[in-house]
């Protein structure tokens, strides 16, 4: 009922101006007292009710499994049929061809007990062949409804080669490749497109029916700026990051069919490295968490946001977001932070994978978010297990 009032009073459906002038007077004392601003109240409801509580940690020692390197584990996603995750490696064939590994997390009630590597795919190119050494640089993955995965690749700007995402098949057999705009290719005097080794870092379904010929979303977003966004590199053109929608069909080639502006977190003074690693779509259509990593000279950062599309602006057709948003009049996706992981006490890895995990005893779901050790004997593959709860 209070909602409502507010509502008819902000939309000037009170009849008398006096009365309403004077009711408003009113109910914004009443909500200064109360240490609440009907803006905030406004983006309050925007957002879902949700919580991020730490369960724990597990670190994954160091192996080979068949013959290759586990590491470098970039994004991870579940198989909810058979309560397996699949793990992929950024490895650009390098160390071993490029690759996905099967793991089983072994969870008793809230702690994250043990994580088994079980079997491990290679990735294979039209000709059927493993990828020749630096020729993909993969990043993102997400298992679909019709039993694919897709999988993204952050190319290689210095070899030439262009960021790209497409299906691939149970055996790891590419299928289809999706069609990137062009203002994600770089050109040759590097006027546009992503920088190097700042593509599609993060990629997420967003499915309404497990029906393998219904249709459903795919979203990516490259992790920091396109050149012709922030063509003079300052920090506050930086910050701004293209995320594309693509509608898959069972017929016909997916489509893209909008684009809209995510805005990092202002970096740390002390920052050397600041993006957007890894993006995952709610059950409620519009709604994203989403992961932004952070590396300077404190270590590893990470702070996790909730995302909304509230009537964002469709950048698909404006051509350079650099300069002040209000003049291009672009309104950005809005989000609200849940979570500042260097608050957790804990040493914090090189996070970039986040997945929705099993059901945990209380009913709540489980978040799991993964870190890449780039191979490093310095560093860890850490997961960390959260409760994702709705309040």
Same mark, same amino acid.
Do not use: W
């Given at each position: ?12 459906? /009170? ?12 109910? @914004? ?31 994954? !020692? &160091? ?70 050494? =630096? ?9 679909? !409804? ?30 289809? !490749?999706? @069609? ?31 029906? !393998? ?34 509608? /898959?069909?069972?017929?016909? +080639? ?17 920052? /050397? ?22 590396? =300077? ?19 698909? &057709?404006?051509?350079?977001?650099? =300069? ?20 957790? =006490? ?19 779901? +489980? ?24 309040k």
């Open positions: 009922m209070f909602d409502r009032f507010y509502n008819r009073l902000t939309a000037g459906k /009170i009849r008398f101006p006096i009365l309403r002038g004077f009711l408003l007077s009113i109910l @914004a004392l009443v909500l200064v007292a109360c240490g609440t601003s009907p803006r905030v109240m406004a983006q309050d409801r925007m957002f879902l009710p949700l919580s991020v509580e730490f369960l724990g940690e597990y670190r994954l !020692p &160091k192996e080979e499994f068949q013959g290759t390197s586990v590491g470098g584990i970039s994004a991870i996603t579940r198989d909810r049929q058979t309560d397996r995750f699949y793990l992929l490696s950024d490895d650009r064939s390098e160390r071993n061809p490029a690759r996905f590994y099967t793991a089983r997390l072994e969870l008793n009630g809230t702690k994250l007990e043990k994580v088994s590597i079980e079997g491990v795919t290679t990735l294979k190119n039209a000709n059927g062949e493993t990828y020749p050494k =630096g020729s993909i640089d993969p990043e993102g993955i997400a298992l679909s !409804p019709r039993n694919t995965f897709f999988i993204s690749s952050e190319g290689a700007v210095k070899q030439g080669i262009a960021p790209s995402i497409a299906e691939f098949d149970r055996s790891g057999q590419v299928k289809t !490749p999706l @069609a990137i705009p062009t203002r994600f290719l770089p050109d040759a005097e590097n006027r546009r497109g992503i920088r190097e080794n700042l593509g599609f870092e993060a990629l997420t379904l967003g499915i309404t029916s497990t029906l !393998p010929d219904d249709p459903f979303r795919l979203f990516t977003a490259n992790e920091s700026a396109l050149v012709q966004d922030s063509p003079t590199g300052k920090s506050i053109e930086n910050r701004r990051v293209r995320l594309l929608h693509y509608v /898959i069909d069972p017929i016909g +080639s997916p489509v893209l069919v909008a684009e809209h502006l995510y805005l990092l977190d202002e970096a740390p003074d002390s920052a /050397i490295y600041h993006g957007l690693t890894e993006l995952l779509a709610l059950e409620r259509e519009g709604y994203f968490l989403s992961l932004e990593r952070t590396f =300077g000279l404190e270590g590893f950062g990470a702070k996790l946001f909730q995302v909304v599309n509230a009537s964002a602006t469709d950048t698909s &057709k404006i051509t350079s977001l650099s =300069g002040e948003l209000e003049t291009l009049q672009v309104r950005p996706l809005e989000k609200k932070l849940l979570l500042d992981l260097g608050t957790l =006490g804990i040493d914090l890895d090189n996070l970039e994978a986040m997945a929705i995990g099993p059901r945990l005893p209380s009913g709540d779901r +489980s978040l799991i978010l993964v870190s890449d050790d780039n191979f490093r004997k310095d560093q860890v593959t850490q997961f960390l297990l959260f409760r994702l709860k709705e």
